[in-house]
């Protein structure tokens, strides 16, 4: 079965009046709230639709995230997998196939959404064109990738009182995910070896 991207349903209709920022303050209010996360943990919940608005996954997991560039994105089963970075390789293991794929960190991959929360924030403006729209306890980030080869088209980012709370994706064939973070922890330590992946033994080791 082939996984759906992680990580957007764009927003809806709008009940409120809202105001629409320029790039240049998009990017610098974005990464003042990114900055104050230096590590973050939580569950997510994910719904998944195709061009059509049919719904073609559901899933849920964990994630732990440690700036700069370190993550774990923990998928359950059914589609179990286990994304890990340790801000140089990122290792992508999927048990149901008994294989992990090995890469190095390149331009496309500080793309992903995952990479984005954990990267050096100071370089957002380099990759995306910033806007974004508030109203009273909620901020709205729309994000939009200025190279051409990206996995999506359109990453909104949704704050609720400082904190983080969706992620919503659109890629370049219409497929829309989106995701919600619930038991949240900002700060919690960390340990460098939480982001390093062992592979099990027997298991299929792919480079790239």
């Known amino acids: 079965m082939k996984r759906a991207l992680s990580v957007g349903l764009l927003a ?32 997510f919940t994910q719904l998944t ?63 992903t959404p995952a990479l984005l929360l954990s990267g050096d924030v100071s370089q957002i403006s380099d990759s995306f064109v910033v806007e974004y729209r508030e109203q009273e306890g909620s ?9 051409p080869d990206t996995l ?6 949704s704050f609720m009182n400082g904190q983080i709370f969706s992620m919503q994706l659109e890629d370049a064939v219409g497929q829309k995910s989106s995701l919600y973070f619930s038991n949240l922890e900002m700060n919690t330590p960390l340990a460098d070896a939480v982001f390093e992946f062992e592979i099990p033994e027997g298991i299929d080791v792919i480079e790239e």
């Open 12 to 43: 809806g209709s709008v009940l409120f009046a809202q105001v629409t920022f320029a790039a240049e303050q998009g990017v610098e209010k974005l990464a003042q709230l990114l900055n104050e996360a230096h590590s973050l943990t939580a569950n």
């Open 139 to 147: 901020i709205d980030f729309y994000l939009s990738p200025k190279a």
């Open 49 to 111: 639709l195709d061009a059509s608005g049919a719904n073609i996954q559901e899933s849920s997991g964990r994630m732990q995230l440690k700036r700069p560039g370190k993550f774990v994105w923990h998928t359950d089963p059914p589609l179990q997998q286990e994304l890990v970075s340790n801000g140089q390789t990122i290792w992508l293991y999927d048990p149901d196939l008994m294989q992990v794929t090995i890469q190095q960190l390149d331009e496309r991959m500080t793309h």
């Open 152 to 157: 999506f088209d359109l990453l909104r980012l």
